[in-house]
């Protein structure tokens, strides 16, 4: 039969062994377990800044902003942006650089090149940064609402969703390259989506953007 001293040893032991478990449980969790993130830009109102080598039909802001210089094979675009939460508030910044073929001298011809290459910068203040790649395309709705006030002259308006994404990754996902701080050493995979309300004669766009990261567990 154990002492006294014997069995306050004993249970000293196993409460020790017993929170040093729950200890490794716990910074596992915190250590592996990222929450996916979903992020918004409202092109009315977020975008800070748009330009691009005019081979598409949208407009350049803010007045005075340079174009792109033309590249003779591709053409480019390049975007600056708020960025919002699920709950729509702003929590931080985008950037968006395209490399995608130029528009036919024809509307109403489509581009022989349906895929492009896009990088997408995103820093949350106080959090940290992710960068991600994708490839993406327009949809032909979406391509037909775009020359829809060139070749009427006249606003384009509706409602249309798409989903923007093509790959590199299987299932027509983005890669997540990476980031920083508290997204040190991400991966994962992510998909750009949009609904599109109108665009006028001006070349200004409203529409939602839709960006959802999905991090790997470790």
């Not at 249970?11 to 592996?32: D, E, R, W």
């Not at 480019?76 to 931080?92: E, N, T, W």
Request: glycine fraction near 8%.
């Amino acid at each position: 039969m154990m002492n006294i001293r014997q069995m306050k040893t004993q249970f000293i032991l196993k409460t020790s062994c017993f929170g040093l478990a729950v200890f490794f449980i716990i910074t596992a969790n915190m250590a592996y377990a990222r929450e996916n993130l979903i992020l918004s830009i409202e092109t009315a109102t977020d975008i800070i800044a748009i330009t691009h080598s005019k081979a598409v039909p949208l407009g350049l802001f803010p007045e005075g902003i340079q174009a792109l210089k033309p590249d003779t094979r591709h053409g480019s675009l390049a975007l600056v942006s708020y960025v919002r939460d699920a709950a729509g508030k702003r929590i931080g910044f985008a950037s968006e650089l395209e490399d995608f073929p130029p528009a036919p001298e024809n509307v109403q011809e489509k581009p022989k090149e349906k895929n492009w290459a896009t990088v997408w910068t995103i820093t949350l203040p106080g959090r940290g940064s992710i960068i991600a790649f994708q490839y993406e395309h327009l949809t032909d709705q979406v391509a037909e609402a775009f020359a829809y006030p060139k070749l009427h002259n006249k606003s384009w308006e509706g409602n249309l969703f798409s989903k923007n994404t093509t790959g590199p990754l299987e299932g027509g996902f983005g890669r997540i390259i990476g980031g920083s701080e508290e997204f040190e050493g991400v991966t994962g995979h992510f998909i750009e989506e949009g609904i599109l309300t109108s665009v006028t004669t001006s070349g200004e766009l409203h529409a939602t953007i839709i960006l959802k990261f999905i991090f790997d567990k470790k």
